[in-house]
């Protein structure tokens, strides 16, 4: 069964500090791991997809990378608009096309 | 705004009652999505459609069903309500059937069963 565990589950960063949220994952066959935003009592926003290790995309102040175990959303220089919660997912290959998502990592920006 | 939408919003009910709820998907979209998200489970794939058909199917409830019409909205039915249903519940779309590519979630309808 395809698992995707985020850390840390919540985290607190200064305007201007950059730093990371990581995605593990255990999946048969990925076939794509994608990174949403949601705010409060919304649905999730498309952010990227990372098919394989090695796989890099930008967009503003975040960047995704990809390796075989995990992926990493680095933020850099975030303001308090990017406050959200950042949820990580992936398909496995087989004939199910759900997705699996981890729990989130809930992040804060102090202005 | 991602182009898919969802109805209502907010559904306030009790317990041993039915609802349902409608997702109309993106425009071009053939492949619509549920799933529910309460506080302590995250979001958890429900049942997958293609072009009217079911295509996969995850962690639905004999309770629940869904189906989607020729013009590819979809609804949800949820049946036999208990307190343990409230939740989010999202509808996603995405363009073909594989579900490979990026799927694009609706506003959501919040559920809450008293």
């Known amino acids: 069964e395809d698992q995707v565990t985020q850390s840390p589950e919540a985290l607190r960063l200064q305007e201007g500090e950059s730093s990371s949220l990581n995605c593990s994952y255990t999946?048969?066959?990925?076939?794509?791991l994608f990174w949403y935003r949601q705010d409060p009592g919304k649905g999730p926003e498309f952010l990227f997809t990372?098919?394989?290790a090695g796989e890099e995309k930008e967009k503003e102040r975040l960047k995704a990378t990809l390796t075989k175990k995990e992926s990493f959303l680095h933020i850099t220089a975030p303001k308090p608009e990017d406050s959200a919660t950042y949820l990580c997912?992936?398909?496995?290959?087989?004939?199910?096309?759900?997705?699996?998502f981890g729990k989130g990592t809930l992040l804060t920006v102090n202005p | 705004d991602s182009g898919v939408t969802q109805t209502p919003k907010h559904l306030i009910t009790a317990t041993g009652q039915r609802v349902t709820l409608r997702c109309s998907p993106r425009?071009?979209?053939?492949?619509v999505y549920w799933y529910q998200q309460s506080l302590d489970q995250g979001l958890q794939f429900l049942i997958q459609?293609?072009?009217?058909?079911?295509?996969a199917k995850g962690n639905i409830l004999e309770r629940f069903s869904a189906q989607q019409f020729p013009d590819l909205h979809s609804e949800l039915n949820l049946s036999s309500l208990e307190l343990g249903d409230s939740a989010l519940y999202f509808c996603?779309?995405?363009?073909?059937?594989?579900?490979?590519?990026?799927?694009?979630f609706g506003p959501g309808t919040r559920l809450t069963v008293l």
């Open positions: 425009s071009g979209d053939l492949s």
């Open positions: 459609y293609y072009n009217g058909e079911e295509r």
């Open positions: 996603a779309s995405s363009v073909g059937p594989s579900g490979v590519g990026e799927q694009f």
């Open positions: 999946v048969s066959g990925l076939r794509g």
């Open positions: 997912a992936v398909r496995g290959g087989g004939s199910n096309y759900k997705l699996t």
């Open positions: 990372l098919y394989s």
